[in-house]
């Protein structure tokens, strides 16, 4: 029976979540296995794994074949590494405790540049958010800007036309004035006229006499 190292999808629609299982190769790909050994959320920034290595390095010494993801997996966790040097103890190419020392200094060199990595993200996280504040600053400040340029322009305008209603009206009052003082005009010299017509009447009648 051909036996696979792979991977089991579970999760939601568009947030896919892995199992990592042992099966028989004729199985469907999510249908029943033989043994889970670990999960794989490729969701979080890095990918999280949790991993059951000395299962894993069993299944692959039973001759289970893993597929190419899963392949990757292995490798990432050090089951290909803890695999070779127990092949080297197998030889006598150096003892159990020898290849346990450098098992254990490869897997905190590996834990130190996942934090690295980690740190990396978490600082370059919070760059992103500080230049998204700032740019809603500056459009805040922008949107400000147009409206108080709006509201000074509709202000001006208004004005304006203030002013020229004002100098209208008094463009009427002075055209209306010389007519005014014309009709003033007649009005003294018809007084004037009704005045001075019985002094002529009369001097008329004095050479009749």
Do not use: C
């Amino acid at each position: 029976m051909p036996v696979r190292m792979r991977l089991q999808r579970h999760g939601k629609k568009g947030m896919p979540f892995y199992h990592i299982v042992i099966a028989d190769g004729r199985a469907p790909r999510d249908g029943k296995f033989i043994e889970k050994i670990g999960t794989y959320n490729p969701i979080t920034k890095p990918a999280e794994i949790v991993l059951n290595i000395d299962k894993a390095v069993k299944w692959l010494n039973n001759g289970a074949q893993p597929s190419d993801t899963v392949r990757a997996i292995l490798s990432y966790k050090g089951v290909l590494y803890k695999n070779h040097l127990l092949k080297g103890v197998a030889k006598g190419a150096l003892t159990q405790e020898q290849a346990d020392v450098k098992f254990n200094e490869w897997v905190e060199s590996k834990e130190a540049k996942i934090s690295g990595v980690k740190t990396a993200l978490k600082i370059a996280g919070k760059d992103d958010i500080k230049k998204r504040l700032e740019a809603e600053v500056k459009a805040n400040e922008a949107k400000a800007t147009a409206i108080a340029d709006k509201k000074a322009k509709e202000l001006a305008a208004a004005q304006k036309a203030e002013a020229k209603a004002e100098e209208t009206t008094t463009e009427d009052v002075v055209e209306e004035t010389p007519a005014t003082e014309e009709v003033a005009e007649e009005v003294t010299t018809t007084e004037v006229v009704a005045e001075e017509t019985p002094a002529t009447e009369e001097t008329a009648e004095n050479t009749a006499e």
